[in-house]
């Protein structure tokens, strides 16, 4: 075993290292949707290079993969995870969504870091047909991100609305993006846990017509003044930096977006963040964001991956992702980890924002790993929620 390598970027734990016989390849395409992701991938091939000198790790281009959306194509993903030569994957960050879909298409084998710390709904999100077929890592969900603590603490779509409403300080209720072909069904599966909190996923795909559930969302409609809940990401967070909006309703990552608007209103210490209640209850609903492997990826590939793996999940490592110590001077990213050592590492637990953050993850459900891509392509309950939001019959 090496000496640990010590950079300021991490002053990480040394993990122990696997000896391989000569370099071996390992090309991966990770989450994109990520702040500074350019300088994140130079950033993470150095870290885990000098740990692991016999890997050479591959990063594919983040922008790239963002365009392509391996994340949310199932169809694209296989082909890469398929592919020979230079233009293959051997290992993808994926959302779970679609992980039924890639076994399908026989593009995946089974894959896993074995740790006790797992959330619970992110160890269920990455096991389909009794076996497991990745290692969770990011996870999100639709929260509410304001000022008021009021508002943070609603228990339900209709006290949401009204609390907003009994705001008189010259700002617009609410501003998010709610609406587009993944998240339409999105926001849809959200409302409807919300509302039936023991129901399955798998019933609110089936019950997309649900009355109670339309209803709340249309509660929701009647603060978003001029297609407000229809606003691009980048927009919703902008004008609620500028104290436009008293709430937006996005996901927790979304406030690396706000604290960084340069003018920004908001003030950090005020920040109220809590799972954004949407239905006719609030019960928090996580999608979860996974390592996969190619089933062509064995031997001295399965080696480097599962080397790769540990060291990208292990709590140092996603505590300096979380915290931004990977590009100076930036805010936290407030994305959230699959595991609670990483929440619980000093680095992260000492952040207010972070605490507050903490406290949904317990007890959250996953979205479905199976019939949501065909949600998607039916655009059915999208219809619905669009419908619903704008308050249109």
């Known amino acids: 075993m090496k000496p640990c390598a010590t950079t300021l970027a991490l002053a990480l734990l040394c993990l122990a290292t696997p000896v391989f016989a000569q370099t071996s390849e390992l090309r991966v395409s990770l989450f994109p949707y990520i702040p500074d992701r350019a300088a994140f991938a130079v950033w993470i091939e150095r870290e885990f290079e000098a740990r692991h000198p016999g890997v050479d790790l591959i990063v594919d281009d983040m922008n790239a993969a963002y365009e392509a959306g391996y994340g949310y194509d199932p169809e694209n993903a296989a082909r890469k995870l398929l592919a020979g030569g230079d233009d293959r994957l051997d290992m993808l960050e994926i959302d779970t969504v679609t992980l039924d879909a890639l076994v399908d298409l026989n593009a995946l084998t089974p894959f896993e870091v074995r740790r006790g710390d797992y959330y619970g709904f992110a160890r269920t999100a990455v096991r389909t047909r009794g076996r497991t077929y990745g290692v969770p890592h990011w996870t999100c969900g639709y929260f509410v991100i304001t000022e008021h603590q009021r508002v943070s603490r609603a228990a339900n779509a209709r ?235």
């Not at 006290?159 to 849809?188: K, M």
């Not at 609110?204 to 809940?229: F, K, M, Q, Y």
Request: charged share 25%.
């Open 159 to 393: 006290e949401f609305v009204r609390r907003l409403q009994a705001l008189r300080n010259g700002r617009a209720p609410l501003v998010g993006d709610l609406s587009g072909s993944w998240t339409s069904p999105s926001i849809y599966l959200d409302a409807y846990i919300d509302t039936y909190p023991g129901r399955t996923a798998a019933r609110g795909l089936s019950d997309a017509n649900n009355g109670r559930v339309l209803a709340a969302l249309r509660d929701v409609g009647t603060i978003c003044r001029n297609g407000a809940c229809g606003v691009d990401g980048e927009a919703a967070q902008a004008a609620f930096a500028r104290g436009e909006y008293n709430a937006l309703v996005g996901y927790s990552e979304n406030l690396n977006g706000v604290l960084r608007h340069p003018d920004r209103r908001i003030e950090p210490a005020r920040i109220r963040i809590a799972p954004a209640p949407l239905g006719a209850g609030n019960k928090p609903y996580m999608f979860t964001d996974a390592l996969v492997l190619s089933r062509r990826c064995d031997g001295a590939c399965r080696r480097a991956a599962q080397a790769f793996a540990e060291f990208y999940l292990s709590d140092e490592v996603m505590a300096a992702m979380m915290m931004s110590r990977d590009a100076p001077g930036a805010p936290p990213r407030y994305l959230l980890p699959a595991t609670r050592g990483a929440m619980r590492h000093d680095l992260v637990r000492r952040d207010p924002i972070y605490r507050q953050l903490a406290r949904a993850l317990p007890n959250a459900v996953p979205y479905p790993n199976a019939g949501l891509p065909a949600a998607v392509e039916a655009r059915e309950i999208r219809g619905r929620v669009d419908r619903a939001l704008q308050n249109v019959n």
